[in-house]
Nanobody, 123 residues
């Protein structure tokens, strides 16, 4: 089992920045690819970004390319999501997720999930 805890969410004005963190425990963090997803009210959970176990392969949703950056620190068992130029449509609960070998957009491939952190972007 992998336990994931997100932090760093909050309220920010449009154009601002936030950095989300997700800290893992329970298994060797460097064995897992990590992803970020988000879910807005009334919408399905959608892919945001993912990173492979070593951090040299990343994948982004078109809606966040050029604004968000995923990174990881295996020594700290933590994955980050740096979010810049935030827009009101980025408002959602953000979740991190883990799986052994896949860093793509299919949420069904991620067996481990955190509890989520709320991000609200005001206009």
């Amino acid at each position: 089992q992998v336990q994931l805890v997100e932090s760093g969410g909050g309220l920010v004005q449009a154009g601002g920045s936030l950095r989300l963190s997700c800290t893992a425990s329970g298994r060797t963090f460097s064995n897992y690819a990590m992803g970020w997803f988000r879910q807005a009210p009334g919408k399905e959970r959608e892919f945001v970004a993912a990173i492979n176990w070593a951090g040299y392969n990343t994948n982004y949703a078109d809606s966040v390319k050029g604004r968000f950056t995923i990174s990881r620190d295996n020594a700290k068992s933590t994955v980050y999501l740096q979010m810049n130029s935030l827009k009101p449509e980025d408002t959602a609960v953000y979740y991190c997720a883990a799986n052994r070998a896949y860093w793509g957009p299919d949420k069904r491939s991620y067996p481990y999930w955190g509890q989520g952190t709320q991000v609200t972007v005001s206009s």
